[in-house]
């Protein structure tokens, strides 16, 4: 059974740092995709970032290029979205989603993964 869960998320300053993480299980994270979306009340939602198997291949939406990394931390079936410069457009529920093997731009459509965690809230605010 896959589950994903996002125990992070929060309140951040503008030009501030959050760090998501998301524990994944039932996937072998040597192959699979997990992404990062998010998702604002009224519009739909959109691909943040996406990392793909032990080769690390990763995608990023082009407003979030330079100040997101993604990461699985080595050993652990865990995934990091790191947020620096945090801007008042990234304020979001941001979702972590899983799927078997997604390649290109794929990766940042929602409807390539089937599996969600349930979503935690990330709030910029001064």
């Known amino acids: 059974q896959v589950q994903l869960v996002e125990p992070g998320g929060g309140l951040a300053q503008p030009r501030g740092s959050l760090r998501l993480p998301c524990e994944v299980s039932?996937?072998?994270?040597?192959?699979?995709?997990i992404g990062w979306l998010r998702q604002v009340p009224g519009k739909e939602r959109e691909g943040v970032s996406a990392?793909?198997?032990?080769?690390?291949?990763?995608v990023y939406r082009d407003d979030v290029k330079g100040r997101f990394t993604i990461s699985r931390e080595s050993g652990k079936d865990t995934i990091y979205l790191q947020m620096n410069s945090l801007r008042p457009e990234d304020p979001a529920i941001y979702y972590c989603?899983?799927?078997?093997?997604?390649?290109?731009?794929?990766?940042?459509?929602?409807?390539?993964?089937?599996?969600w965690g349930q979503g935690t809230q990330v709030t910029v605010s001064s």
């Open positions: 039932g996937l072998f994270l040597d192959y699979d995709t």
């Open positions: 989603a899983a799927a078997r093997v997604v390649v290109g731009s794929r990766m940042l459509s929602s409807s390539s993964y089937p599996y």
């Open positions: 990392l793909r198997g032990s080769a690390g291949k990763v």
